[in-house]
């Protein structure tokens, strides 16, 4: 399917770009790393000496980072030309990558591969001549083997971040991770004479992509880990806990094991002689099933059969439960019931709110049934209560067939025990939680266990920051990995904090990166209220600089064109301090979009870099007066690992921020109540409206009054956008700009960008037009839900885009005005003639027939 009114246009890469789209005056000084190092400054942003710098970066990855000489410098020449002032090496390391900095055909991971290595070096030679800086990134995508120097065990771990996650903790690990650090860092290049540790342009490293010890056993890493790796960590767990509590006495104390009388039943009709009574068996969705009552069941009990006709692999959708139930926090609960299924299966257990929001208040299990009546028993201790709470049964609809239930009891009281019998602290016998155990855990044995990992990634992180700043003699940025992977208080220990985002990430229905079996939710998020730049805005720490290392709207997204704009403003407007596009993408493939994240080969994204690069790096948007700021102390991040999962550990929503708030002020975290800035709003003084949000300088505006066709304004004396739904729409620009939009050819949706690029003698500004791009011929299709693939079948060159038909009215008359069309490489084409509106103002008509995405505008004296 090819957009209506589509047509060529590809982003060159052997023809440099030309004229007013060379956007290289946004680099001020070359080469990179000419005016010292990047440090922090006591305002926790980047500085050069005492002027401050912001990062806008494109990443490069895996393959790519080791390019042949002839087209190392055109990478160099066309990311400097499209205003980038940094790039991120990213994926050197992976093992799947062609080429590859590490030798693993050597049959380990400890050798470089020499010719990868030279190519690099070059790459960077040339970047850093033209005034690009470098993020080097350390750990990604290595595979670690027992080649290494590891027991053979590692080879059983198969999963990379799993392996990375150990590394946390492992010691030899961890070596391995400091050696590949100094074979690179201290490699002298001989294209610059300098190691990469003693040169200012690079400007930062990252120790591990994406990952953490936290993050790993809520993942399961942990859980799965082989019995060497598990003993270690027990080991340490043992230790931590003798410095905590020296006797076992003790820690059974601090744990709350107890045993207690039991009290009254707090089921009614829990044997079923009333039929079923008090009991409900809830259906959602698609499934059903049927419920009946039967006789002789164990200790002379009725049982209940539910009979599941058509299943359901969402858990809720067919459950048991009964309602009007007391339960109180901190007070020890037993459940007890019979259970057989016509066939083995797992099913679930929680006590939950029986209202809305439907919170579970802190007991959810598994458990496992067969063809034969068993009891389970479980006991438990609500960190929540709740006057009116549930205990439900559920998974009931994830498989056909029938099951049984009898002689249900809940009580107060019991026996909680969780240790094993005998002083299993002084014989190191304490185990570890896993993270499937997470739930049978008393709260302050589970409390102990993250505050354990949390400790133990902490010095992780600052052994690897120290090794690469002491020993290896590195004085630029160190900073861990992104919040969200890892949590506030344990990135702001060094010098900068991160994050990463992407809209409508591919996802895989079958196996993970299956080429042929994906899809993307081909959604805007200028109508989103959910938007990935709310997160964002949850992560920023009052006092540290921010970062966004990798973000992207993945092909074949058709509205992939709001995405750099939308962040770029946003983060001018926050006062962040780098943002870096994923990803550039090779340097072969000429000529069509090859993949989801593919920057440069796609025009909507490649084409409106440098209305980007100016609006974030040049500051055309102001920061917001004011600031939203709240405290998330070390306890309450604690306290807030309970309630998280993998990928979203704890940020500002644990201090009440709304990250909704992004387009009116400035939103950061502070970590203790003292870094709260004097002045700032509390987040209960700040309401984002559902509808028109305008930031407290008036130049952002983002409309969602009307569904489905929001839009952005960026309202700034050098840089003017309309993003969105635009069509139909005359959009005031401010200073006496105004934009028509006429015509669009997706829906109304489309991006306007005004650049300027110089306002006197001559003003001088680019235009960027673009409603999306596609490659020729690409097997675009919907599959329902909003969701669509091409497949393996991205089509063939060249790429095509569709444009708006807009009408930029002036404030100046015609004959001060000239226009032209751009070609592909910036030269100038077609004239377009303005066309007078009265004395002192003009029209330019700006249409498909043009053939192009960019204009550039001249204003004579």
């Not at 590859?100 to 070059?122: E, H, K, P, V």
């Not at 590692?154 to 492992?170: L, N, R, S, T, W």
């Not at 207690?260 to 698609?286: A, C, D, K, S």
Request: with cysteine; glycine share 8%; net charge neutral.
């Amino acid at each position: 399917m090819q957009t209506r009114e589509s047509f060529p246009w590809v982003i060159p890469f052997n023809s440099p770009s030309q004229g007013v789209v060379d956007f290289r005056f946004l680099i001020d000084h070359t080469p990179a790393g000419a005016r010292g190092w990047v440090r922090v400054g006591a305002d926790g942003h980047y500085y050069l000496g005492n002027k401050r710098i912001r990062f806008w970066g494109v990443n490069i990855t895996a393959g790519a980072c080791f390019p042949t000489q002839a087209d190392a410098a055109k990478m160099a020449d066309q990311i400097a030309q499209a205003g980038f002032n940094i790039v991120r090496f990213h994926h050197m390391d992976a093992f799947w990558a062609t080429p590859c900095l590490i030798d693993y055909a050597s049959g380990g991971s400890r050798r470089f591969n020499t010719n990868a290595l030279t190519q690099f070096d070059y790459l960077y030679a040339q970047l850093r001549q033209r005034g690009v800086y470098t993020n080097l990134n350390l750990l990604v995508n290595r595979r670690f083997h027992a080649a290494d120097g590891l027991p053979p065990e590692i080879e059983q771990v198969q999963d990379v971040k799993a392996q990375h996650a150990i590394g946390c903790f492992y010691r030899p690990l961890i070596e391995l991770q400091k050696e590949y650090a100094r074979q690179l860092l201290t490699h002298r290049n001989p294209y610059t004479g300098q190691t990469y540790a003693e040169d200012p342009a690079v400007a930062m490293v990252e120790i591990n992509n994406e990952n953490g010890l936290i993050q790993g056993w809520m993942s399961g890493f942990l859980d799965s880990a082989p019995v060497v790796f598990q003993n270690e960590l027990q080991a340490q767990w043992n230790r931590w806990l003798r410095h905590k509590y020296a006797t076992i006495d003790a820690l059974r104390r601090a744990w709350g094991e107890r045993s207690e009388p039991l009290g009254q039943q707090m089921f009614r009709n829990p044997r079923f002689t009333e039929g079923l009574q008090q009991w409900v068996l809830e259906q959602h969705g698609t499934a059903r099933a049927t419920v009946s009552i039967q006789p002789d069941g164990p200790n002379g009990s009725n049982i209940v059969q539910i009979q599941i006709i058509q299943t359901s692999p969402t858990a809720w959708h067919v459950q048991f439960n009964q309602a009007g139930l007391r339960f109180e926090a901190g007070r020890l609960y037993t459940l007890r019931f019979y259970a057989r299924a016509s066939q083995r299966r797992s099913l679930g257990v929680n006590v939950g709110q029986a209202h809305e929001p439907w919170q579970l208040l802190g007991f959810a299990r598994e458990f496992v049934v067969d063809t034969d009546w068993r009891e389970y028993r479980f006991n438990f201790v609500l960190p929540l209560g709740d006057e009116n709470a549930r205990v439900n049964f559920d998974r009931l609809g994830e498989q056909a067939g029938e099951i049984f239930f009898a002689d249900l009891s809940l009580t107060p009281g019991g026996e909680l025990r969780f240790l094993p019998d005998g002083d299993v602290l002084g014989e190191t016998r304490v185990p570890i939680i896993m993270h499937r155990q997470r739930n049978e855990a008393p709260p302050a044995a589970l409390r102990d266990w993250h505050e354990f990992l949390w400790e133990t990634e902490r010095n992780y992180w600052r052994e690897m920051a120290d090794y690469i700043k002491r020993e290896l003699r590195y004085k630029g940025v160190v900073f861990g990995t992104i919040i969200g992977c890892s949590t506030p208080h344990l990135m702001a220990q060094l010098d900068s904090v991160d994050g990463h985002a992407y809209w409508m990430h591919p996802e895989f229905p079958g196996a993970g990166w299956d080429p042929n079996n994906w899809f993307v939710r081909n959604e805007p998020m200028i109508n989103s209220d959910q938007a990935t730049l709310h997160r964002l805005a949850l992560q920023r720490v009052v006092g540290k600089p921010f970062t966004v290392t990798e973000y992207d709207h993945p092909a074949p997204n058709q509205y992939a064109a709001e995405g750099a704009l939308m962040l770029a403003a946003h983060a001018a407007l926050q006062d962040w301090d780098g943002l870096f596009l994923f990803d550039y993408g090779a340097s072969s493939g000429e000529g069509r979009i090859n993949a989801y994240f593919e920057q440069r080969t796609h025009p909507a994204k490649w084409g409106l870099a440098r209305a980007c690069a100016a609006l974030f790096v040049r500051g055309d948007v102001r920061p917001a007066q004011k600031v939203v700021c709240a405290a998330l102390t070390r306890t309450q991040e604690l306290d807030a690992l309970r309630q998280v999962w993998a990928w979203g550990l704890p940020d500002g929503r644990f201090a009440q921020l709304d990250g909704r708030a992004i387009t009116l002020h400035r939103v950061a975290l502070a970590l203790e109540p003292s870094q709260i800035p004097m002045g700032a709003l509390q987040p209960r003084e700040v309401s984002a409206p559902s509808g028109l949000r305008v930031s407290d300088t008036g130049e952002l505006l983002w409309d969602r009054t009307q569904a489905g066709r929001g839009y952005l304004l960026v309202r700034s004396r050098l840089s003017k956008a309309a993003v969105g739904f635009i069509g139909g729409r005359t959009l005031d620009l401010g200073d006496n700009f105004t934009l028509e939009v006429r015509e669009t050819p997706l829906n109304g949706f489309g991006v306007v960008a005004i650049t300027v690029r110089q306002e006197k003698p001559v003003w001088r500004a680019v235009l960027t037009a673009i409603s999306t791009a596609e490659n020729t011929g690409w097997n675009f299709r919907e599959l329902g839900d909003n969701r669509v693939t091409v497949g393996a079948q991205w089509g063939s060159p060249p790429t095509r885009i569709a444009v708006p038909t807009i009408t930029l009215h002036v404030p100046y008359p015609a004959s001060r005005i000239r226009c032209w069309a751009l070609g592909e490489n910036g030269a100038r084409g077609s004239v377009v003639q303005a066309t007078p509106k009265g004395k002192d103002r003009a029209a330019l008509e700006l249409s498909p027939k043009y053939r192009t995405l960019w204009y550039e505008v001249e204003i004579r004296p």
